[in-house]
């Protein structure tokens, strides 16, 4: 484990958000009390409960941070493609799989800890906010299918994020039993073609 970072003048609940998110990914979230949180952060158990009233709550305040870092992340991705539809809705796919590697801590918090992302009003926000920019990419790149074979903005997009996701916890995650011979990157970008092909948006010999 890290040394603990302790706090200081009154930054006691960041302290102990960033107190979780080590020892999240340290023992995954389910695995450390509110007591270890503490003691990571240098303070007493009885010091927490003046900012969350258990762990689940702490682990949500991980993941709406967690959820605000992503959605920017995903904004700047899209706006980097732009002016081209294709390279924006592309590049929001690969900002997943980056954010995945370097927030680790912060994406098992929002996808993996169980903590509904309807807990509080702040996450619930913040959490449609990054699906919003991957819905955006989504509904920009289907405008050029015709009506009558284009699917819905929100489908086409979840799923971008389902295939992204599944990159992640097979392969970008170090999970046990799954080994390819291709980097994540690879299978991320070589699924989202497979898909696009699939719905006429980019040529077959691309």
């Known amino acids: 484990m890290p040394k603990k970072r302790g706090y200081h003048h009154g930054n006691l609940r960041q302290a102990l958000v960033e107190a979780a998110l080590q020892l999240i990914e340290a023992k995954g979230p389910t695995g450390f009390t509110l007591s270890e949180a503490a003691k990571e952060a ?8 003046r900012h969350f009233e258990g762990r689940e709550d702490l682990i949500a305040e991980a993941a709406r941070q967690g959820y605000d870092i992503f959605a920017d992340l995903m904004q700047y991705a899209y706006e980097k493609g732009q002016p081209s539809a294709l390279a924006a809705f592309e590049a929001t796919g690969r900002a997943y799989l980056a954010f995945a590697r370097k927030y680790p801590g ?3 918090a929002m996808f993996e800890s169980g903590v509904s ?3 509080t ?3 619930a926000s913040v959490a449609a906010r990054a699906r919003g920019v991957l819905e955006q990419a989504a509904s920009e790149l289907s405008q050029h299918i015709p009506a009558d074979k284009r699917p819905p903005a929100s489908m086409f997009s979840a799923h971008i994020w389902a295939m992204s996701h599944g990159v992640v916890e097979l392969f970008a995650r170090n999970s046990p039993g799954t ?3 291709f980097s994540p990157e690879d ?3 070589s699924g989202i073609g497979v898909y696009l092909r699939g719905l006429g948006l980019i040529k077959p010999d691309s």
């Open 179 to 181: 080994q390819s011979p």
């Open 121 to 123: 009003p702040e996450l």
């Open 117 to 119: 992302v309807n807990r």
């Open 42 to 49: 240098g303070v007493t158990p009885a010091a927490v409960y």
């Open 106 to 108: 912060h994406y098992i």
């Open 187 to 189: 299978l991320l970008e």
